[in-house]
């Protein structure tokens, strides 16, 4: 029953922030400034995740085949594919629910038990498409760059592991991740990564702006809004998959 | 004018406001005042429609608020000013930007036009060279200030403001005080102030209404509060012992 009431009040707010904007104009120049701080913001620590993860699945791959009949560059091949299938979209999207989630989370409910949305209220302003519309489109925008700079990333920190430990040569490597190459891939990571930017943007600033009380409730908001964006995330994972794989 | 029509306010079955009546005077500094958790806070929460009401009406003039549509409310509430508790300034605006704010999302002015309009506004709470600071660098003071600036600049008809002294030392208090009053004077509005300060009462109280445990305890003027033989609302004027010291010197009773 709870949860029901909970998905109610979540349905009502995503139709306030979809609702005609006051005014286009100041929605686009806040969309801009929310790529600034939600996307642009992002790119290193998905560059430091991504190169590390890249070398890992490579070093990993190789340590599970130590056989002489496979051939070595299909290392390359299965770094490539779990990078473009699942490390890019979803483990990205993983981590972004835990930096961009507590982040949207936290401002939200700061604002809410300071009054600030109040005050938006009060002014005729619709304070959930004001806040969280530009946050939610912003970011279904440019996570798919974010993505697309994952998967290359991901996929050098591979060559770079190889190359460096002598896990294979640079040729074999490169062969690999060039095999049996399907570019639809690139479209379902890209899919989920929209999907995941819309959940992870919607659902954490659905629990900062119903926050109510202090510091602390807006630290518990941050903290549900991280722990239900990414069971969601998993969840539509789970879903996509089957509908665009299976 | 707002004219409050028995109202009703619960919330999750617990009665926080019960038939308030009560009428609020244009170019009137109009105070509700009462004990914290009276239901002062709740009442004009009501009034401005931040929170719904279970029975009853407001009118502001002629129009019954609580039967508006949301873009009619959405309209009145433009007419509306509110100074809030804690100022509510936008922490990541500037003073300017912050002032600035609803011209930007309502008006079609030139930047030019509002920055001259941001500036008279600060200039008439006294504010100055403060335009490009944020609000973490302001005093509590100056905050009230530049709140009062921003809810001012689209020229209100009606304005409220919720504990506007609270967290201000006594002369700052005062600072604050008699720019609310200056300024619904000079702009002739309705302005409704939540307050359980009693220099703030007796400073620009014009109309007085006191609420009691979520009912209206008393209606008045400031000159009539001290002599009101109400029981409750005399606990609540004469808690402090320097009030209780002066009431007993000017009836003579003091004994020492």
């Given at each position: 029953?709870k949860?029901?009431?909970?998905?109610?009040r979540?349905?009502?707010?995503l139709?306030?922030?979809?609702?005609?904007?006051?005014?286009?104009?100041i929605?686009?120049?806040?969309?801009?400034k929310?790529?600034?701080?939600?996307?642009?913001?992002?790119?290193?620590?998905?560059?430091?995740?991504?190169?590390?993860?890249?070398a890992?699945?490579?070093?990993?791959?190789?340590?599970?085949?130590?056989?002489?009949?496979i051939?070595?560059?299909?290392?390359?091949?299965?770094?490539?594919d779990?990078?473009?299938?699942?490390?890019?979209?979803?483990?990205?999207?993983?981590?972004?629910a835990?930096?961009?989630?507590?982040n949207?989370a936290?401002?939200?409910?700061?604002?809410r038990?300071?009054?600030?949305?109040?005050?938006?209220e009060?002014?005729?302003?619709?304070?959930?498409?004001?806040l969280?519309?530009?946050?939610i489109?912003?970011a279904?925008?440019?996570?798919p760059f974010?993505?697309l700079i994952?998967m290359?990333?991901?996929?050098?920190?591979?060559w770079l592991?190889?190359?460096?430990?002598?896990?294979?040569?640079?040729?074999?490597?490169?062969?690999?991740?060039?095999?049996?190459?399907v570019?639809?891939?690139i479209?379902?990571?890209?899919?989920?990564?929209?999907?995941?930017?819309f959940?992870?943007?919607?659902?954490?600033?659905f629990?900062g702006y119903?926050?109510?009380?202090?510091a602390?409730?807006?630290g518990r908001?941050s903290?549900?809004?991280?722990?239900?964006?990414?069971i969601?995330?998993l969840?539509a994972?789970l879903?996509i998959?089957?509908?665009?794989l299976? | 004018?707002i004219?409050?029509?028995?109202?009703?306010k619960?919330?999750?079955?617990?009665?926080?406001?019960?038939?308030?009546s009560?009428?609020?005077?244009?170019?009137?500094?109009?105070?509700?005042i009462?004990?914290?958790?009276s239901?002062?806070?709740?009442?004009?929460?009501?009034?401005v429609?931040l929170?719904?009401?279970?029975?009853?009406s407001?009118?502001?003039?002629?129009r019954d608020?609580?039967?508006?549509d949301?873009?009619?409310?959405?309209?009145?509430?433009?007419?509306?000013?509110?100074?809030?508790?804690g100022s509510?300034?936008?922490?990541?605006?500037?003073?300017?930007?912050?002032?600035?704010f609803?011209?930007t999302m309502?008006?079609e002015?030139t930047p030019?036009?509002k920055?001259?309009?941001v500036?008279?506004?600060?200039k008439?709470?006294n504010?100055a060279d403060?335009?490009?600071?944020?609000?973490g660098?302001?005093?509590?003071g100056?905050?009230?200030?530049v709140?009062?600036?921003?809810?001012i600049?689209q020229?209100p008809?009606?304005?409220?403001?919720?504990e506007?002294n609270?967290?201000l030392?006594?002369?700052?208090?005062?600072?604050?005080?008699?720019?609310?009053?200056?300024?619904?004077h000079?702009?002739n509005?309705?302005?409704?102030?939540?307050t359980?300060?009693?220099n703030?009462?007796?400073?620009?109280?014009?109309?007085?209404?006191?609420i009691?445990?979520?009912?209206?305890g008393?209606?008045?003027?400031?000159?009539?509060?001290?002599?009101t033989g109400?029981?409750?609302?005399?606990?609540?004027?004469?808690?402090s012992?320097?009030?209780?010291?002066?009431?007993?010197?000017?009836s003579?009773?003091?004994?020492e």
């Amino acid at each position: 029953m709870k949860f029901f009431a909970l998905f109610g009040r979540y349905i009502i707010l995503l139709s306030r922030v979809f609702s005609k904007p006051e005014k286009s104009r100041i929605y686009l120049r806040q969309i801009i400034k929310e790529i600034e701080i939600l996307g642009l913001n992002s790119i290193g620590i998905v560059i430091l995740i991504s190169i590390f993860i890249g070398a890992v699945i490579t070093l990993q791959t190789r340590y599970n085949l130590e056989s002489s009949w496979i051939p070595l560059y299909l290392i390359g091949l299965t770094a490539r594919d779990t990078i473009l299938l699942e490390f890019s979209s979803t483990m990205v999207g993983l981590i972004l629910a835990g930096k961009v989630g507590s982040n949207i989370a936290s401002e939200i409910g700061h604002m809410r038990i300071t009054e600030q949305i109040d005050a938006l209220e009060m002014m005729g302003i619709n304070s959930a498409s004001y806040l969280i519309f530009p946050k939610i489109i912003a970011a279904m925008l440019f996570n798919p760059f974010l993505t697309l700079i994952s998967m290359g990333v991901g996929i050098f920190g591979g060559w770079l592991a190889a190359v460096v430990t002598g896990a294979l040569s640079s040729a074999d490597y490169i062969y690999g991740i060039q095999y049996l190459f399907v570019p639809f891939y690139i479209t379902y990571a890209l899919v989920k990564t929209v999907v995941y930017a819309f959940i992870i943007t919607s659902v954490s600033a659905f629990y900062g702006y119903y926050v109510q009380g202090g510091a602390l409730e807006v630290g518990r908001a941050s903290t549900r809004g991280v722990v239900y964006s990414s069971i969601l995330i998993l969840l539509a994972d789970l879903v996509i998959t089957q509908l665009m794989l299976a | 004018m707002i004219t409050v029509k028995n109202i009703y306010k619960s919330f999750n079955g617990a009665m926080v406001l019960e038939d308030i009546s009560v009428t609020f005077e244009k170019g009137k500094t109009n105070l509700i005042i009462g004990r914290s958790g009276s239901g002062k806070t709740v009442l004009m929460k009501c009034i401005v429609g931040l929170h719904e009401v279970d029975k009853g009406s407001i009118f502001f003039d002629d129009r019954d608020f609580v039967s508006l549509d949301f873009m009619n409310r959405k309209n009145l509430r433009r007419e509306i000013g509110m100074l809030f508790q804690g100022s509510a300034l936008f922490d990541s605006l500037t003073v300017e930007e912050n002032v600035m704010f609803p011209l930007t999302m309502f008006t079609e002015m030139t930047p030019d036009e509002k920055r001259e309009r941001v500036n008279i506004c600060l200039k008439r709470v006294n504010l100055a060279d403060v335009n490009k600071l944020y609000p973490g660098e302001l005093s509590g003071g100056m905050k009230k200030r530049v709140a009062i600036a921003r809810a001012i600049v689209q020229n209100p008809k009606y304005l409220f403001c919720d504990e506007p002294n609270s967290g201000l030392d006594p002369k700052t208090a005062l600072v604050i005080d008699d720019l609310i009053s200056e300024i619904t004077h000079e702009y002739n509005i309705t302005t409704v102030v939540n307050t359980h300060d009693m220099n703030s009462v007796m400073e620009i109280g014009e109309k007085v209404v006191f609420i009691h445990e979520g009912r209206k305890g008393w209606e008045g003027t400031r000159e009539e509060i001290l002599d009101t033989g109400d029981e409750n609302l005399n606990d609540f004027v004469f808690a402090s012992n320097f009030a209780k010291k002066i009431k007993a010197l000017t009836s003579g009773n003091i004994t020492e």
